[in-house]
């Protein structure tokens, strides 16, 4: 096996296994009828990057803005950064093109996240 050949099937079969993990964690909780907390902050009692996400989304949803920022300063980063994500492929996938994204992309998650993370890691663990 080429060395390219055999980092790729280790990322695959790493990306496959933390697939399963995260399953596995939701279908846990879901099955004690509660919401699944954030594995990254279960499993290091520290916040990942978009823990607090959806409840900033509702908060913000309703107009809240303020409580919005307080459980997630980046949500409408991410978010924005997603749904471009998501439309650069609808419309490759439309046109039969081969699915990629522009490598600035991945740059601009490692920035955003890593801003949510430090943002996070500052404020209140009452909102994680």
Known sequence: MK???AVHFVL????????????LWNLVWLAHF??????FLGLTGL???TTGGTRSLLCLLR???QDSLAYNAMTVP???LFFFCVTCLALQ???????HLPNWVLWA???VLGMAWMVKLMGSPAYW
Do not use: F
């Open 109 to 111: 998650w490692l920035g």
């Open 93 to 99: 996938l439309v046109r039969r093109q081969r699915l």
């Open 47 to 49: 916040p990942g990057p």
């Open 3 to 5: 060395p390219q050949r």
């Open 34 to 39: 509660r919401v699944p907390p954030s594995l």
């Open 63 to 65: 107009g809240d803005w």
């Open 78 to 80: 991410i978010l924005g």
């Open 12 to 23: 695959r079969t790493v990306a496959a296994a933390m697939l399963v993990v995260y399953g």
